[in-house]
């Protein structure tokens, strides 16, 4: 009896190893990333040892890298030239949350064609001032979950054409709402557009959202002695009264005729 009862024990002493072999082996899988790379277009990309991501396939990643999603990658920093513009002009939308950035790579100043740009959940604790002004087509930046120190909506320095809005810790750059307009990038916001009117002989023009709207010359005279009396009327249209020189008339088919010719 006590004989069966310790071979009873140490068969449940084998079955309990190997029920924790077989866990260690499945906590071991479980701890490994998801995925071992990430592609984008042609190109590769993995973390090496370090926690550096380095891109292992491809040189340029041609135009069919238009997304690279390296959310939660568990990189640190960014080996040199796996990030160039140059081979990533038609990157549109990168996604680097939750990683361990310390600080925001510099290539990503260069992706010119980016328009949505996530780093939500980093440890960034800065960013260089004018960074984005090149990005002029971002329109949303996720910097949340950071360790920005200021929570200044404004800390996102937008293109030219789009203002800085936070909501929800994600940092937004909107579009100058109609009749406004942002002509440099910056953190500023959009202005409205000028609605004054112009001198004599102009109008206003068009305003866009990186442009205000400028005097441009009126054109809706009749040719011959005609002069400008006014300026666009609305503002903003090509429409400035005009009346005959002095020394000519106006007629009845709108032209302008000297005096004397009436006599
Ligand atoms: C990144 O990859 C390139 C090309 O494969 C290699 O030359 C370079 O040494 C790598 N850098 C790091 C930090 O692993
Ligand atoms: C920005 O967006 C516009 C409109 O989609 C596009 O024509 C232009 O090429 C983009 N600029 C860059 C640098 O990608
Ligand atoms: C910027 O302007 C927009 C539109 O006029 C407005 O909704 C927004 O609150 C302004 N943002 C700041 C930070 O003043
Ligand atoms: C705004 O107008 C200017 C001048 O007409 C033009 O150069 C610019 O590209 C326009 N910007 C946008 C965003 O349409």
Redo the contacts with the bound molecule.
Sequence with gaps: MPRRFMAEKAGAGAGAGAWLAMLLVMLMLLHQPVQAQRTCGVCTFQVVSGQVLNKTVGGDCGTGCTVLDLEDFGFSSIADGALTASDLTSMTQLYMGTNQLTSIPTSISEL??LTYLYLNNNYLTSIPDGFFDKL??LTRLDLSGNQLTTGDPLLCSCPAGFFPQLSLGLYTCQPCPPASFKSAPGTANCSACSTSPCDVGQYRQACNSTRDGECGECTNKMAGETVYVGSGYPYDQNACAWDCKAGYMLRMDESCSAYCEMV
Aim: charged share 0%; proline share 0%.
């Design positions: 010119t064609s002029t087509n």
